[in-house]
T-cell receptor
């Protein structure tokens, strides 16, 4: 089965530094998402992206965060100035271009995540 | 407030036994409910997806039920295997114009030989 690929699997950074998390969604998918999971807590929605623009974002996704699809295959999440509380597992997800999350035949495919540790 | 609550938090069973995990939600309006399996250090993998009109859905040894009136769902695992050890997450989608999924905290299942 095709997979969503995320790199790196682990990222350690100093507080205040910029980080870019990379994702390669499944090739025929057009909707892309970033979620995060702080250790021991629920998975939380960050942002959804379609047709080269953000379609929805959560309160967590403030001005320090940005997303980009720089070419036909990559989807990136940038955190401009990391804080200690940004430490979490960040998951990229994608889905095909038909139906929607409200369609029962619709699956959201998640990557294995990038564990970000801010020191 | 839109929330998804799961019980128990954790569960230990012996290989070959059955178990049932519970999910209660207060999400409104409701579109569909999903169960995901998440292995440690991995992304969630979809097991089942149900709308309000579906009472039950199976995927191999996994059977999910949904009662949209009481806003409850369950995931039943039959003849558990060691590979079933994982977190099982209940996820709800709202029905108006949003793609945001609402996740529960998950049930951590451990299957011992």
């Amino acid at each position: 089965e095709p997979e969503v690929t995320q790199t790196p699997s682990h990222q350690v950074t100093q507080m205040g530094q910029e980080v870019i998390l990379r994702c390669v969604p499944i090739s025929n998918h057009l909707y892309f998402y970033w979620y995060r999971q702080i250790l021991g807590q629920k998975v939380e929605f960050l942002v959804s992206f379609y047709n080269n623009e953000i379609s929805e974002k959560s309160e967590i996704f403030d001005d320090q965060f940005s997303v980009e699809r720089p070419d036909g295959s990559n989807f990136t999440l940038k955190i401009r100035s990391t804080k200690l509380e940004d430490s979490a597992m960040y998951f990229c997800a994608s889905r095909p271009p038909w139906g929607g999350l409200r369609a029962t035949n619709e699956k959201l495919f998640f990557g294995s995540g990038t564990q970000l540790s801010v020191l | 407030k839109n929330q998804v609550e799961q019980s128990p938090q954790s569960l230990i069973i012996l290989e070959g036994k059955n178990c049932t995990l519970q999910c209660n939600y207060t999400v409104s309006p409701f579109s569909n409910l999903r169960w995901y399996k998440q292995d440690t250090g991995r992304g969630p993998v979809s097991l089942t997806i149900m709308t309000f009109s579906e009472n039950t859905k199976s995927n191999g040894r996994y059977t999910a039920t949904l009662d949209a009136d009481t806003k409850q769902s369950s995931l039943h695992i039959t003849a558990s295997q060691l590979s079933d050890s994982a977190s099982y997450i209940c996820v709800v989608s709202r029905s108006y114009n949003t793609d945001k999924l609402i996740f529960g905290t998950g049930t951590r299942l451990q299957v011992f030989p």
